[in-house]
């Protein structure tokens, strides 16, 4: 077995690998282009600092092209002198559990195989994510010098080799680089043993409280089988869609309303569950779901922050909280209630690290189904399961009436975002550009029936190593409080994707039982209004509402 490093000459650049909110993102056919993931990851090892004899984390979430970009890697990181490449049995990493492992390995970073929520398989998307050795999505710096590498990228040093087997736990050697094969499920469980007192969620869920978890044929299901049902002791069946396949089976791993309909409509039309949750493809996103009740993500950071108390591992009280920007409000009033500080970061969980890292905050969240604490540098879905069901477990009360209790407490943060898909990337700029010109003349202008209090393009100053990144998003502040944000999406591969982002707030003693598309309906209007969504995009409806 002669084991050759090669110089694979490139015959041409590519000029479009440039990451977005959460690393590259292509269809899987951009990606079976000869040397496009090559180059792609040519250009991380040239960048990403440690590489020579440093320890690599890889791993993801099954879908089509993982197990062939693994045996790329692998043998790319051996010509390049990494020492120890730790990779799991079939390649299946989540890809919170590939941030706890890139910590507690002292590594370098990792590379985790997904387009996330995206769809998999031949006709779908696939994805490759940098993690530094925090744990965390590397910084834009970071993204931006790879992005420079692959433009100019000439060739690249792979080792030719045999395959090697992932199929059971294993070391290898490949040109004086160790493989570890492990299990990608342990190191992972054990930390949420370390967080939850499992003992008192299982005694919950055996007595008369069926849930259901959907992994929607994504990378949780060995997961949630092993914690759900084998170690609470959920009964059997609990986890829906547990096999990670390929393709998804053909569904969308994207855990909302439109996508996870099948178990939306187990919980809020049918009778046979009292708790339902969902997760994305590299399961970092979670869906809550209650009977007849859906949780919204802004909601559930905030439901979180207030009952933390009930988590072992944050009965001490949270360091702070820090929520993105399009992320509503729900949060700040319990930070404020809490008497902790609540930062407000651009999206993508890239900005949370220097927070997390620093020990200003515990716990942060996105309104796009993320949340996630200082237990490792990801957004995390299953730990936000585990979270609500031992604050269920402890006040032994419904979602719903949660919710409710919640907000008679610190009134209710009407929210919902609206998503126009695959539209023209021209018309989606011209859209945004307009309206950004607009900003500074809004300010003093009406604005339906409210009046606008301040509209800017957000840029934010990380408080810790005051690098400065702007436009991220164009905000339009209202006299009452209310919030309309634009933005463009960073992770689409089919043209754009236009997000609107729509806040309204009621007091406690106010309606807190209206429908959240029906109480935000004149702000839905009025940006259609002023935006022209609906004259530019030819589009009377948005493609996703969660
Ligand atoms: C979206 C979400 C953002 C999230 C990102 C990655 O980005 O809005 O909140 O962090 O996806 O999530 P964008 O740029 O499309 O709005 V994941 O689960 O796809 O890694
Ligand atoms: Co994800």
């Avoid at 060739?155 to 199929?167: A, F, G, H, P, T």
């Avoid at 021209?426 to 301040?454: C, H, N, T």
């Avoid at 982002?501 to 406690?508: G, I, Q």
Wanted: hydrophobic content about 35%; charged content about 20%; some cysteine.
């Amino acid at each position: 077995n002669e084991v050759i490093p090669l110089r694979v000459k490139l015959g041409h650049s590519f000029t479009d690998q440039k990451p977005g909110t959460s690393g590259l993102r292509k269809s899987t056919k951009q990606f079976q282009e000869n040397h496009y993931l090559e180059s792609f990851i040519e250009s991380i090892f040239r960048t990403l600092p440690g590489v020579k004899g440093g320890i690599l984390i890889l791993g993801g979430d099954g879908r089509f092209g993982n197990r062939k970009a693994i045996d790329v890697i692998i043998r790319m990181a051996a010509a390049h002198g990494v020492r120890k490449v730790i990779t799991t049995v079939d390649g299946i990493l989540s890809t919170p559990a590939a941030s706890h492992l890139i910590r507690i390995n002292n590594s370098i970073g990792g590379i985790i195989l997904s387009a996330s929520h995206n769809s998999g398989g031949k006709d779908g998307d696939f994805g490759v994510k940098i993690n530094g050795s925090n744990g965390g999505p590397a910084s834009e710096s970071l993204t931006n010098s790879i992005y420079a590498c692959s433009q100019n990228l000439k060739e690249y040093q792979i080792i030719q080799n045999q395959e090697i087997s992932l199929s059971v736990p294993g070391e290898y050697e490949i040109f004086s680089m160790k493989v570890e094969v492990i299990d990608g499920l342990k190191d992972y469980i054990d930390l949420m043993q370390t967080i939850f007192d499992f003992d008192r969620i299982g005694a919950f869920l055996t007595k008369d409280f069926p849930i259901a978890f959907d992994a929607l044929n994504a990378v949780t299901g060995p997961y949630a089988k092993k914690i759900l049902e084998d170690i609470l002791g959920a009964c059997k069946g609990t986890v829906k869609n547990g096999v990670p396949l390929e393709d998804f089976g053909g569904c969308h791993p994207d855990p909302n309303l439109t996508y996870a309909k099948e178990l939306a409509d187990a919980l809020l039309l049918g009778n046979k569950y009292f708790f339902g949750a969902a997760c994305d493809g590299d399961g970092d996103r979670n869906m809550i779901l209650g009977k007849g009740c859906f949780v919204n993500p802004s909601d559930s950071l905030a439901v979180l922050a207030a009952n933390a108390d009930c988590v072992p591992a944050y009965s001490s009280g949270l360091l702070g909280i820090a929520r993105s920007m399009p992320t509503s409000s729900a949060v700040d009033i319990v930070a404020k209630d809490l008497g902790v500080k609540c930062y407000e970061t651009p999206t993508g969980w890239k900005f949370f690290g220097n927070l997390l890292d620093s020990g200003q905050i515990t716990l942060c969240g996105e309104e796009s189904f993320g949340t996630g604490s200082n237990h490792v540098r990801e957004k995390d879905g299953l730990w936000a399961v585990l979270f609500w069901l031992q604050i269920l477990a402890d006040k032994k009360c419904s979602v719903h009436e949660l919710m409710h209790r919640h907000w008679s407490k610190y009134g209710r943060h009407y929210y919902s975002r609206h998503d126009y898909e695959e539209i023209s990337s021209e018309i989606a700029k011209d859209l945004y550009q307009r309206v950004e010109l607009m900003l500074p003349s809004l300010s003093g202008k009406q604005f339906g029936r409210r009046v606008v209090k301040l509209a800017d393009n957000f840029s934010y100053k990380d408080p810790i190593d005051s690098s400065i990144t702007t436009n991220q998003g164009l905000r339009i502040l209202l006299d009452d409080g209310s919030r309309v944000i634009l933005r463009l999406s960073g992770t689409g591969t089919r043209g754009a994707t236009l997000r609107v982002y729509l806040e309204s707030y009621v007091a406690s003693d106010g309606n807190l039982n209206q429908d959240p598309q029906s109480a935000l309906c004149e702000l839905i209007r009025d940006i259609d209004y002023l935006a022209e969504i609906t004259k530019r995009t030819g589009m009377t409806s948005p493609t996703v509402i969660t």
